[in-house]
């Protein structure tokens, strides 16, 4: 690799004071030692505890929806969300192929089959256009459903995500399944602190889900949540997630297979640290993004990828994009041997053993953008 490349490195190095820079690395300081140590000191740590319900009621305040659920990890908010909304088994749910393996396995979950989908180059999100000239051919509604011509299956939602952050095209998604009958469920898992025209990702679908992983832009240790503005949908979502039990002073009657995924006290009380200081967050992630488009302008054929217009996005995950003169694999070895962690994007799911014989469309802008993205570290410098 070239005297660029070395550059590079070193001014990333330097920026983050450290010879080893992680991708991704969460950021705390007394005010998570605080609320996390009150739990401990109360013995307030699991099932049941003050923190879960401000954080709900926190998270719900700052995207601006009605109600949140919170939960264990952002697979299991997908879970849930895609059966509350009713995806039963044998249906078909549109998602795209370029995402995290959870949205997929969310609905395998279901006994539902994912049906892959492409992307947009610009948003890297799920391309409207394509989308809809493939359910015109594919697709056709039989008493106000949308049915798969070809497999005879329902095709009952569509799941877009918005990658590393950058919202998709919402106004058009959202168009499309009101005309196709499809319920709309967002992945939101990586765009907390995003917003398309103004309005917080999360918010368009009938329910969305979140995480709070480790690696995400806020975390919890591990943690999700399920939005929504629909109160019958979220009181359905708290009582699934918490073993379906019938309140009741002694006696334990559940009404039916409910899931144990309740966030623990101790997890929400990090996350209600960590939610006091996101919009610092975004905002130091925004001088981070500065910084980058200052050393990508140094390369010729390659772009840092930037918010799609008429959206603000939170800057996740940082994003290059290089044209056929590089190669992708070359440059991972050369970033993470020099101690930049640096990953690709995701193997497509559908590339994957166990969802090689899902339906989908063609999937050529997701199989390019495979072959050219590199995500570099991303968390805020303090
Ligand atoms: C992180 C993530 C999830 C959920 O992951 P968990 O690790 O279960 O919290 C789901 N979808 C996408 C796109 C993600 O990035």
Not at 197 to 205: D, N, S
Not at 355 to 362: D, E, G, I, T
Request: glycine share 6%; aromatic share 10%; proline share 4%.
């Amino acid at each position: 690799m070239n005297k660029q490349w070395i550059e590079f490195v070193e001014n990333i190095k330097k920026l983050y004071g450290k010879d080893f820079v992680a991708l991704h690395e969460p950021t705390f300081n007394e005010k998570e030692v605080d609320y996390v140590t009150d739990c401990v000191k109360t013995g307030w740590v699991s099932s049941v505890g003050s923190y879960v319900t401000r954080f709900e009621e926190d998270l719900a305040k700052f995207v601006g929806v009605k109600r949140a659920v919170a939960v264990v990890n952002g697979t299991a908010a997908l879970h849930i969300a895609l059966k509350i909304v009713g995806v039963e088994a044998n249906d078909e749910v549109l998602m795209p192929s370029l995402t995290f393996i959870a949205t997929a396995n969310a609905v395998s979950y279901l006994q539902a089959v994912p049906h892959f989908v492409d992307v947009n180059e610009e948003t890297l999100g799920v391309d409207p256009l394509k989308l809809e000239a493939y359910l015109m051919e594919m697709a056709e509604l039989r008493n106000g459903e949308l049915y798969n011509k070809q497999t005879n299956r329902r095709i009952k939602a569509l799941v877009p995500m918005h990658t590393f952050g950058h919202p998709c095209m919402m106004d058009e998604l959202v168009v499309l399944c009101e005309k196709y009958k499809l319920v709309l469920v967002e992945d939101a898992a990586e765009s907390l602190g995003s917003y398309y025209k103004g309005q917080h990702t999360g918010t368009f679908g009938k329910v969305s889900a979140m995480s709070f992983n480790g690696n995400k832009i806020i975390t919890t240790g591990g943690g999700g949540a399920i939005l929504t503005d629909n109160e019958t949908l979220a009181d359905y979502a708290k009582h699934l997630t918490t073993t379906a039990k019938v309140p009741h002073r002694w006696e334990f009657i559940h009404d039916e297979i409910g899931y144990n995924y309740r966030m623990p006290n101790i997890n929400a009380a990090l996350g209600c640290a960590q939610l006091e200081k996101l919009p610092e967050f975004i905002k130091k992630k925004q001088r981070l993004v500065a910084f980058y488009e200052k050393q990508i302008a140094k390369f010729e054929g390659i772009r840092l990828v930037k918010e799609p217009i008429g959206t603000k996005s939170n800057y996740w995950l940082q994003t290059i994009i290089m044209n056929e003169q590089y190669n992708r694999d070359e440059v991972l070895n050369f970033l993470n041997e020099q101690g930049v962690m640096s990953r690709p994007i995701w193997t497509p799911i559908h590339e994957l053993e166990m969802y090689r014989k899902c339906p989908r469309m063609n999937l050529n802008i997701t199989m390019i953008l495979k072959k050219k993205i590199v995500n570099i570290p991303s968390h805020i410098v303090i």
